[in-house]
């Protein structure tokens, strides 16, 4: 797997290009892909951004941390379809004592699809609020 | 079916509620519903409300017109939890000549879970913008 | 809740009736329901049915067993569209010491859309097959 | 994409392999991938290995013609968990004049977690089953 992760795009404003495809179950009797679906491709992202930066969301769960969703923004600018290559770029565009924003955008071919934002805080296994622990500062505000 | 819709209420700020049942598979591992399954709960929502205003969003496609989401919001306030029966309030909070916003409030036992906005424009079948129909506002605007 | 549950119709074959009602997001840009959501609205019957019961599935997790798929089967015979309702009819069609498949037809308008069966086996806590317990057969093999 | 399409695996016993993330919304409470998520893994196999082949689904419908579920069995063999690398083998194990059969492997490190079938008839844009037209079984039958 590290060819593959490798592959993964981080651009000059800090997003990482994960590639993602379009599945028959993702569209709807429209066509397109299901408005609801989005947040599941931010996920991947999300997920894929912190692997490459060291710190996998598995691991960050198995260490007792947990990033809880608490806000989510979504427009919607083009519609995606069935078998598209999308892009989905991923970054962390906000940080705070006790949680942070992701930002996404989903392209297709240089053509914006949707843009969107997941702001989670930082909670321990006794889902109570607590200060994002060092390790993932650390790793998640890696330049790398 | 006519009693059961007849038993949504709708209340005094304009709300319809319709009840929800968690299913197994709206859950993950964390024990609660995932948060992308949300826009989901509204579409719920959204549907019961038309079909009880008397303008099922079905028959709004079979007569040309589309309500496409441009943009959606969701705050996350409570888990929601395999099994709970929730009740997703939704009302109009904002028309515009060719768009509307659908709001969402979603309880369990009087505790808020989670409370949204969708953004709407109308479409004809080639996906132009078009002002809303008559019928539309007509039926949605009621206050029935 | 208790006059809609009461609402359920148990037919003289032993088949619980539930009703759904197809969700945008079920269907896909063929314009029907996509073949994997069914073992979702078999979930729901099989839900339902534990429930009508009077031994809801979440109870038997609390109680610290679990009823574990390990094959389904299912034939698609005719297309499910949006906003159509279904009937979900289920019935426990086989018993065996440490295990029950469950059967479901789904209809709409008495035309049938998929039949399908879910086999599972019982286990404990630490996941080991175990005897289904008593106050589980009690319940399911009710005539009421 | 070609590089990463050459990558996939074509065994002796002609199965394609796919490699898919178990995704945080696959799971279920259970801390596991939901059993009704297996059949959309089921369609990223299927959906590749035609694509392999030269003969992408999507192209396929765009010459008129659809490949219908009509059957599928599963057998769940152990349980598969989150960010888990999977590994979907698929090949067509049965041919008729007017259908096939997809049959598939899901495996985590050699170890098996499902296995399945998809029965498929092909029809044409009426919804009329047909014979399976030329090219089809020309790309699908190749050895390559």
């Known amino acids: 797997m590290e060819d593959k992760r490798m ?3 981080n651009d000059e404003d800090g997003f990482i290009h994960v590639p993602i495809r379009v599945r028959y179950a993702d569209t709807d009797r429209m066509g397109i892909v299901y408005y609801g679906n989005y947040p599941l491709y931010f996920e991947i992202g999300r997920s894929e951004y912190m692997r490459q930066k060291g710190c996998a969301y598995r691991e960050v769960e198995e260490r007792g941390h947990y990033l809880v969703v608490v806000r989510m923004e979504v427009k919607y600018y083009n519609p995606a379809f069935y078998d598209d290559e999308l892009i989905v770029r991923t970054r962390i565009s906000e940080w705070k004592s006790r949680g942070l924003t992701f930002q996404y ?3 297709r071919d240089g053509e914006i699809i949707v843009e969107g ?4 805080i930082c909670t321990n296994t006794d889902k109570k609020p607590t200060v994002i622990p060092k390790y993932l500062t650390d790793a998640l505000k890696d330049e790398g």
């Open 117 to 120: 934002k997941t702001m989670h």
């Open 7 to 9: 592959a993964y795009k």
């Open 105 to 107: 955008r989903i392209f």
